[in-house]
């Protein structure tokens, strides 16, 4: 699977990226011209959700994911007896009682930190996305809030013209030709990432890559059960 590392590094369909263009291209362009004179109520629309999609993706998405994960493995260092104090972060108890709940051997700080954020943070994936993306709306609704009512108000009036069908077609097009990876897989591929460097980190008092602990723990746990 991964012996020419294509999984690893992907492999973008690039034919079905120069077709999806094409279609928005001539959606837009037929949509343009059954507008005529108000032509540029498109021209509006499109200028404004082309600059909202170049803006979400301008915010450095996948530096917040990694600034997320060490800011929970802060927090996970924190309740494992760092003189880092964070108390007062709302998710603290509830790594905390995961922590409690989870004990293991490991003495080293970073160690036990670095095992428990990769174990603990799956389960607020969701939370995390779903935060995130709120701010993210949020902040270009603010910042464009101008640009926005605009936006709303000439998709109205395009579907007044030509119908809901063919705008929502239109919507769909933009959605395939510029929407590759979503803001969210990319957040969320991030903290992967990171925590994949995580599960890397050795040991010093094992001399043990972090994932050789976990799997350690697991057959223990997988042991204890079966007996």
């Not at 294509?6 to 990226?17: A, M, Q, R, V």
């Not at 004179?37 to 170049?54: A, N, P, Q």
């Not at 935060?131 to 109205?156: C, G, Q, T, W």
């Amino acid at each position: 699977m991964f012996e020419d590392q294509e999984l690893l590094y992907g492999n973008c369909h690039f034919d079905s990226i120069k077709k999806a263009m094409s279609n928005f291209w001539a959606i837009a362009s037929v949509i343009r011209e059954e507008l005529g004179d108000k032509s540029y109520y498109l021209d509006d629309y499109l200028s404004i959700i082309l600059g909202s999609i170049g803006s979400a993706y301008t915010t450095n998405v996948a530096f917040s994911g990694e600034k997320i994960y060490t800011e929970l493995l802060v927090v996970a260092s924190s309740t494992c007896g760092s003189i880092v104090d964070r108390k007062s972060h709302e998710l603290y108890n509830d790594i905390k009682k995961y922590i409690d709940d989870h004990p293991n051997n490991c003495l080293e700080l970073n160690t036990k930190s670095e095992l428990y954020t990769s174990q603990f943070i799956l389960d607020y994936l969701q939370d995390i996305v779903d935060h995130f993306k709120k701010e993210l709306i949020a902040d270009s609704v603010n910042y464009n809030m101008p640009d926005y009512a605009i936006s709303v108000d000439r998709l109205k009036q395009i579907v007044n013209i030509i119908g809901k069908e063919k705008v929502e077609c239109l919507e769909s097009a933009i959605e395939e030709a510029f929407i590759i990876s979503p803001v969210s897989l990319i957040l969320v591929q991030s903290i992967i990432t990171r925590l994949a460097e995580g599960l890397c980190l050795r040991d010093p008092q094992t001399s043990k890559q972090i994932f050789q602990l976990i799997l350690d723990l697991k057959r223990i746990r997988n042991n204890f059960i079966n007996t």
